[in-house]
């Protein structure tokens, strides 16, 4: 069964520039969480998908959007993007049952550069 | 909101040596918890899993334990091994039902051949 794939996975941009990441979550699973971890503040929550409705959304601003797809497929999109966005991006995906009942499992992130 | 701690933020010790990584939660009231690895710029890869009912899991090598009462977790890896090394990181999920996780800061281990 394949894993969670993200793609591209590595990325440089410039201040000011938009980028658009994407997530393929493990056969299945209706549940795309995705998170921002930079070696300042750790691991942190950016929203969750299931069934194409953004079920929770962590402490993010509005420049931070995403979206999923009938086949469960999602994409997280960064518009104005500041030095500070720089991070490895991370998706999860699981089944969906909420309350973190069950394992997550990551895909290898998406590694962004900003300049 | 909760906050999760790990202690020690580094730890290195030579190879066979038995280890106790430390989780502390504020929230006691946890639905479960999970600890994951992470390789050096890689995603992270679920090690265990353990609910709320339960006191210990195991896994190979690895053994957790959860005190619910007292916030903590406590992940125990024997014999340990140069590809142990990784940083380990603790998660507990949002208490108000969402599926998102809040993560602890993490334990960079190195284990010395």
């Known amino acids: 069964k394949a894993g969670v794939t993200q793609t591209p996975r590595y990325l440089i941009k410039t201040r000011g520039q938009q980028v658009t990441l994407s997530c393929s979550p493990i056969?299945?699973?209706?549940?795309v969480s995705w998170y921002q971890q930079t070696p300042g503040q750790g691991l942190q929550f950016l929203f969750e998908y299931f069934s194409e409705t953004q079920r929770n959304k962590g402490n993010f601003p509005g420049r931070f959007s995403g979206r999923q797809f009938s086949n469960s497929r999602s994409e997280m999109n960064v518009s104005t993007l500041e030095l500070g966005d720089s991070a490895l991006y991370l998706c999860?995906?699981?089944w969906g049952r909420g309350r973190g009942q069950e394992t997550q499992y990551f895909g290898p992130g998406t590694r962004l550069l900003v300049l | 909101k909760q906050e999760v701690t790990q202690i020690p933020a580094a730890l290195s010790v030579p190879e066979g040596e038995n280890l106790v990584l430390n989780c502390s939660f504020t929230d006691s009231a946890i639905y479960n918890l999970q600890w994951f690895r992470q390789d050096p710029g890689k995603g992270l890869t679920s090690l265990l899993l353990i609910q709320s009912s339960q006191r210990e899991q195991t896994s190979g090598r690895l053994n957790a334990s959860l005190d619910k009462s007292s916030g903590r977790s406590t992940l125990y890896i024997a014999a340990s091994q140069p590809g142990d090394s990784a940083t380990y990181l603790c998660a507990v999920p949002d208490q108000t039902g969402a599926n998102n996780l809040f993560f602890g800061t993490g334990t960079r281990l190195t284990v010395i051949p």
């Open positions: 999860a995906s699981s």
């Open positions: 056969s299945g699973h209706r549940s």
